[in-house]
């Protein structure tokens, strides 16, 4: 029953604040996934008595509920944070955990717990450096008979922690050093046994990993001036002759790295006669790794200019021992950036040791007005992201760039089975439903390839199509059904190797549903259809920027969510569910209503809030049109409640 009241009290509480907010309130509650992480933490009592003190945990819990493993019943329900006592008797017990959710979602899980009135016998203490964080020791202990134990780390402040026999301690001191660490190894026997050892704890001086890969890039897109990731530009001094510091180039995991120690400053030149013109990048990216560095500023100079310009930007706060990646607004850097000729990096009076890689310029890349749906990258201007050869994650699949456009190439010399030349990408597919898939491929020659969704292991159950290709550029759409196959880690599918000629794929996209019922869903021909409101008389008002036209409005004044509103007039079917895909972004943080509904009448409608960033992103949402439907229904958005720009552009809704 406390765990009836519970709930019960929630929704009480839920639905009187329902008078003053919406139903989406709401969502977090039913949204809520099971608990993860479960733990019970065993404390027994060294006096043979067999008391045992239960403490569970989880991620996302909210309640639980201990079944004691002895025959003896359950505990009840325990909030977070409560314990319960228990007696055994000697003996091995697996101890089953209830972790409930807030939605009622349940995590069952078993611990084992070992009750012995023996004192601990073969004991094994094992302390070691963490290996790649400073000043951190890691402990572990096996032991006959034994239930938990405890480690005192002798720094002085009592810390004294506890765990389980055979879950580790990890304990981070505030500097190296020699510590007395004493470890004490409890059963439920009066004696205890002992353990202290005298052990160094060290620091990490350098990486031991290689600094993060920097993404794919477009050359235009990025001016490299060290890394393995780009073609970097011919640099004259690096470093100079008048810098500061002790310089050596490095390599961690085959990743060439500059080791900068007892650094002040330190300069690097691009070319005095043929200056860098940054006007057109965005950022400026570097990665560094430090153990004793406690400040650090990034300066740009223009030497043609007389007298020279120059800015320094603070990275900040500098973290320790570990690779920080560093992306500096070039619009910071108050000066001319269309001649820079010398780059410093500057310890700013701390005179430590950084290693530093991946230092470039860069600018985003050109917003795309193509939408994959489910996948990534699924134009390929990415290069090979997320795209591979057959099922093996690491074996990427090989694409060409022409004319800027980036696309999957591949050419089949040998007929085989179809299976022997293939590129999938994992992607999640659920068990009954349908999908739409769609892409462009053409080829050198008349030929077929073969196309569809299904497993990426196992029996490698399928649903795909052959497709006819030609020489012409095409789009293709295949309505598929995942009939008997689903999982996490399923996959879109192309297999080619049945018939020979070149393949090219570009503009995959696979979307929930039997296809776009939207019109015009990517506004490229303007307005049409979409309206303001229901008013088939006012068009929704659009802009256009470089080749990509969306819909856009800057709301001034907070009212109704639907005081501002865009909508299609398109036949909604009662109670069937629909997908609603879409790209949204403003100039801020701010919220907006998407969904499907009636043009008139009552208006009924499902719809969900959305909250959107300055960082256009895709957004999906499932909606039931429970109880409504009409052939004059409507994909709608409101956008009224909060000020700030509203962008919304590669609208799609398919029916499930």
Same mark, same amino acid.
């Not at 897109?221 to 530009?233: E, G, L, R, W």
């Given at each position: 029953?406390?765990?009836?009241?519970?709930?019960?009290?929630?929704?009480?509480?839920?639905?009187?604040?329902?008078?003053?907010?919406?139903?989406?309130?709401?969502?977090?509650?039913?949204?809520?996934?099971?608990?993860?992480?479960?733990?019970?933490?065993?404390?027994?009592?060294?006096?043979?008595?067999?008391?045992?003190?239960?403490?569970?945990?989880?991620?996302?819990?909210?309640?639980?509920?201990?079944?004691?493993?002895?025959?003896?019943?359950?505990?009840?329900?325990?909030?977070?944070?409560?314990?319960?006592?228990?007696?055994?008797?000697?003996?091995?017990?697996?101890?089953?955990?209830?972790?409930?959710?807030?939605?009622?979602?349940?995590?069952?899980?078993?611990?084992?717990?070992?009750?012995?009135?023996?004192?601990?016998?073969?004991?094994?203490?094992?302390?070691?450096?963490?290996?790649?964080?400073?000043?951190?020791?890691?402990?572990?202990?096996?032991?006959?008979?034994?239930?938990?134990?405890?480690?005192?780390?002798?720094?002085?402040?009592?810390?004294?922690?506890?765990?389980?026999?055979?879950?580790?301690?990890?304990?981070?001191?505030?500097?190296?050093?020699?510590?007395?660490?004493?470890?004490?190894?409890?059963?439920?026997?009066?004696?205890?046994?002992?353990?202290?050892?005298?052990?160094?704890? /060290?620091?990490?001086?350098?990486?031991?990993?290689?600094?993060?890969?920097?993404?794919?890039?477009?050359?235009?897109?990025?001016?490299?001036?060290?890394?393995?990731?780009?073609?970097?530009?011919?640099?004259?001094?690096?470093?100079?002759?008048?810098?500061?510091?002790?310089?050596?180039?490095?390599?961690?995991?085959?990743?060439?790295?500059?080791?900068?120690?007892?650094?002040?400053?330190?300069?690097?030149?691009?070319?005095?006669?043929?200056?860098?013109?940054? /006007?057109?990048?965005?950022?400026?990216?570097?990665?560094?790794?430090?153990?004793?560095?406690?400040?650090?500023?990034?300066?740009?100079?223009?030497?043609?200019?007389?007298?020279?310009?120059?800015?320094?930007?603070?990275?900040?706060?500098?973290?320790?021992?570990?690779?920080?990646?560093?992306?500096?607004?070039?619009?910071?850097?108050?000066?001319?950036?269309?001649?820079?000729?010398?780059?410093?990096?500057?310890?700013?009076?701390?005179?430590?040791?950084?290693?530093?890689?991946?230092?470039?310029?860069?600018?985003?890349?050109?917003?795309?007005?193509?939408?994959?749906?489910?996948?990534?990258? =699924?134009?390929?201007?990415? =290069?090979?992201?997320?795209?591979?050869?057959?099922?093996?994650?690491?074996?990427?699949?090989?694409?060409?760039?022409?004319?800027?456009?980036?696309?999957?190439?591949?050419?089949?010399?040998?007929?085989?089975?179809?299976?022997?030349?293939?590129?999938?990408?994992?992607?999640?597919?659920?068990?009954?439903?349908?999908?739409?898939?769609?892409?462009?491929?053409?080829?050198?020659?008349?030929?077929?390839?073969?196309?569809?969704?299904?497993?990426?292991?196992?029996?490698?159950?399928?649903?795909?199509?052959?497709?006819?290709?030609?020489?012409?550029?095409?789009?293709?759409?295949?309505?598929?059904?995942?009939?008997?196959? =689903?999982?996490?880690?399923?996959?879109?599918?192309?297999?080619?190797?049945?018939?020979?000629?070149?393949?090219?794929?570009?503009?995959?996209?696979?979307?929930?549903?039997?296809?776009?019922?939207?019109?015009? =869903?990517?506004?490229?021909?303007?307005?049409?259809?979409?309206?303001?409101?229901?008013?088939?008389?006012?068009?929704?008002?659009?802009?256009?920027?470089?080749?990509?036209?969306?819909?856009?409005?800057?709301?001034?004044?907070?009212?109704?969510?639907?005081?501002?509103?865009?909508?299609?007039?398109?036949?909604?079917?009662?109670?069937?569910?629909?997908?609603?895909?879409?790209?949204?972004?403003?100039?801020?943080?701010?919220?907006?209503?998407?969904?499907?509904?009636?043009?008139?009448?009552?208006?009924?409608?499902?719809?969900?809030?959305?909250?959107?960033?300055?960082?256009?992103? /895709?957004?999906?949402?499932?909606?039931?049109?429970?109880?409504?439907?009409?052939?004059?229904?409507?994909?709608?958005?409101?956008?009224?409640?909060?000020?700030?720009?509203?962008?919304?552009?590669?609208?799609?809704?398919?029916?499930?």
């Amino acid at each position: 029953m406390k765990n009836i009241k519970y709930i019960f009290t929630f929704f009480v509480a839920i639905m009187m604040l329902g008078c003053e907010t919406e139903e989406r309130d709401l969502n977090f509650v039913s949204n809520a996934e099971a608990p993860t992480n479960t733990s019970v933490s065993f404390s027994v009592t060294q006096d043979n008595t067999g008391l045992v003190t239960l403490i569970p945990n989880a991620d996302g819990a909210v309640q639980f509920e201990l079944d004691f493993g002895d025959g003896t019943g359950s505990s009840g329900l325990l909030d977070v944070g409560e314990s319960i006592d228990h007696v055994y008797s000697e003996g091995e017990y697996l101890v089953s955990l209830k972790s409930i959710a807030i939605n009622g979602k349940e995590t069952i899980s078993s611990h084992q717990l070992i009750v012995s009135f023996q004192p601990p016998q073969n004991v094994i203490v094992d302390i070691q450096n963490d290996g790649v964080v400073s000043n951190t020791v890691r402990v572990n202990v096996t032991a006959d008979f034994a239930t938990m134990y405890e480690v005192d780390f002798g720094n002085g402040n009592n810390d004294v922690l506890s765990a389980n026999i055979d879950e580790e301690l990890v304990f981070e001191y505030l500097q190296a050093g020699t510590y007395t660490i004493t470890v004490t190894v409890m059963s439920a026997a009066i004696e205890t046994f002992v353990y202290t050892e005298e052990f160094e704890v /060290t620091e990490i001086l350098a990486p031991i990993t290689a600094a993060p890969t920097p993404p794919f890039r477009q050359d235009a897109d990025v001016i490299s001036i060290y890394s393995d990731a780009y073609d970097n530009i011919v640099t004259t001094e690096f470093p100079t002759d008048w810098s500061d510091t002790e310089f050596a180039e490095i390599q961690v995991e085959g990743d060439n790295i500059v080791n900068y120690t007892n650094l002040a400053f330190t300069g690097i030149v691009t070319d005095y006669t043929n200056p860098t013109d940054l /006007t057109a990048m965005e950022f400026v990216h570097f990665d560094y790794w430090t153990a004793d560095g406690s400040t650090l500023g990034f300066k740009i100079v223009n030497t043609q200019l007389t007298p020279a310009q120059e800015d320094i930007e603070n990275v900040g706060d500098v973290i320790q021992d570990q690779w920080v990646s560093v992306d500096i607004p070039l619009d910071d850097f108050d000066m001319d950036r269309s001649q820079v000729t010398q780059l410093l990096f500057d310890a700013l009076g701390n005179r430590a040791t950084v290693f530093v890689d991946n230092l470039y310029f860069y600018k985003s890349p050109a917003a795309s007005i193509f939408n994959d749906g489910l996948l990534n990258n =699924g134009d390929f201007e990415l =290069g090979s992201d997320s795209w591979i050869i057959g099922v093996n994650d690491d074996n990427l699949a090989p694409v060409t760039t022409d004319a800027g456009n980036t696309y999957y190439s591949v050419d089949v010399t040998s007929a085989g089975n179809a299976f022997d030349v293939n590129i999938s990408q994992k992607v999640e597919i659920i068990e009954g439903n349908t999908y739409t898939l769609t892409f462009d491929a053409w080829s050198a020659v008349n030929r077929s390839i073969i196309a569809g969704i299904g497993l990426s292991g196992g029996d490698f159950s399928n649903n795909s199509l052959p497709v006819d290709i030609t020489t012409d550029r095409t789009t293709y759409s295949l309505t598929l059904a995942a009939t008997g196959f =689903g999982a996490v880690d399923a996959r879109v599918l192309f297999d080619l190797g049945a018939e020979i000629g070149l393949v090219n794929i570009d503009n995959v996209s696979l979307f929930v549903g039997n296809g776009n019922l939207v019109v015009n =869903g990517d506004f490229q021909n303007g307005s049409d259809p979409w309206i303001v409101g229901v008013d088939d008389n006012s068009p929704a008002p659009v802009v256009t920027d470089g080749n990509n036209t969306y819909y856009s409005v800057n709301v001034t004044s907070a009212g109704n969510a639907f005081d501002v509103n865009m909508s299609q007039k398109l036949e909604i079917v009662a109670d069937q569910t629909y997908v609603l895909t879409f790209d949204a972004w403003s100039d801020g943080n701010r919220s907006i209503i998407a969904g499907i509904g009636l043009s008139g009448g009552s208006f009924a409608n499902t719809s969900q809030p959305v909250d959107i960033s300055s960082v256009r992103t /895709t957004y999906t949402l499932t909606l039931t049109a429970s109880g409504f439907g009409a052939t004059d229904a409507r994909v709608l958005f409101d956008v009224g409640a909060e000020t700030g720009l509203v962008n919304i552009d590669n609208v799609s809704l398919s029916q499930l």
